[in-house]
């Protein structure tokens, strides 16, 4: 039985749907050239969220951190006595997976409208 928001198998990792916080996380790790620990991520999120007069944790940022390795989308390894963190999907695999989960679940398939309103934004 498949859970509700949980999507199709993709690069041998199970995902599911993000919010916009783990898009967040993510996106800092994307960024960078090698594997990271929590406060790695956290400070750019800090800094970006300082901008916006926002704030955050870092305690938000590790559980984030860790439910995204849950998710199978970020592989933890224990360093000394510190997890290091890792994207185990690219950011163009995860983009490809969150288009057919919309045109899947959304679109019910229709491909075409996705790829008109793909089209309609080049312009």
């Known amino acids: 039985m498949t859970r509700q928001g949980?999507?199709?198998?993709?690069?041998?990792?199970?995902?599911?749907?993000?919010?916009?916080?783990?898009?967040?996380?993510?996106?800092?790790?994307?960024?960078?050239?090698?594997?990271?620990?929590?406060?790695?991520?956290?400070?750019?999120?800090?800094?970006?969220?300082?901008q916006r007069g926002e704030i955050i944790s870092p305690a938000t940022v590790m559980t984030v951190m860790n439910r995204l390795a849950k998710k199978g989308l970020v592989d933890r390894q224990r360093s000394g006595g510190t997890s290091v963190y890792k994207p185990m999907i690219s950011r163009n695999d995860m983009a490809k997976l969150m288009i057919d989960g919309i045109?899947?679940?959304?679109?019910?398939?229709?491909?075409?409208?996705?790829?008109?309103?793909?089209?309609?934004?080049r312009k």
């Not at 919010?19 to 800092?28: A, I, K, R, Y």
């Not at 929590?38 to 750019?44: E, F, G, N, R």
């Not at 045109?103 to 409208?113: A, F, P, S, T, Y």
């Open 6 to 50: 949980r999507t199709r198998p993709v690069v041998g990792l199970e995902s599911t749907s993000l919010g916009p916080l783990e898009l967040e996380v993510l996106d800092v790790m994307w960024d960078r050239s090698d594997p990271g620990t929590v406060m790695d991520v956290y400070l750019p999120i800090l800094d970006s969220r300082r």
């Open 103 to 121: 045109v899947d679940r959304v679109l019910h398939g229709n491909v075409e409208i996705a790829m008109e309103h793909l089209a309609s934004r």
